[in-house]
């Protein structure tokens, strides 16, 4: 079974930091897009940041630029997500999702059509 489990968020203060771990399970990890994407009260969930299944491209959206990281390590089948200097914009709920991605596209991502999601983990930035 296939699933994608998310764990890290928290209560945070403005300025702090926060490491969020996204752990894959029932498919091949290593041929596979992942994306964090993020809902906050009363609006649309957007994206985040996406990695590759190689682990070389990744895109994110200008809000985090700077602050945000993503990475992937294919012998824990997970993906990161560390946050810096998070602001309370930055609250909602954290989600990863996978797509399976063809060796053509091996080295891009982009945070379209993700097929499989978490449920995912509550980030609150507030003073």
């Known amino acids: 079974q296939l699933q994608l489990v998310e764990s890290g968020g928290d209560l945070v203060q403005p300025g702090g930091s926060l490491r969020l771990s996204c752990v894959t399970s029932g498919f091949n990890f290593d041929g596979y897009a992942v994306a964090w994407f993020r809902q906050a009260p009363g609006k649309e969930r957007e994206g985040v940041t996406c990695?590759?299944?190689?682990?070389?491209?990744?895109n994110y959206t200008d809000s985090v630029k700077g602050r945000f990281t993503i990475s992937r390590d294919g012998a824990k089948r997970t993906v990161f997500l560390q946050m810096n200097s998070l602001k309370p914009e930055d609250t909602g709920v954290y989600f990863c999702a996978g797509r399976y991605s063809y060796y053509s596209d091996r080295d891009h991502c982009d945070m379209e059509e993700y097929r499989y999601w978490g449920q995912g983990t509550q980030v609150t930035v507030s003073s």
């Open positions: 990695i590759s299944r190689d682990g070389i491209g990744t």
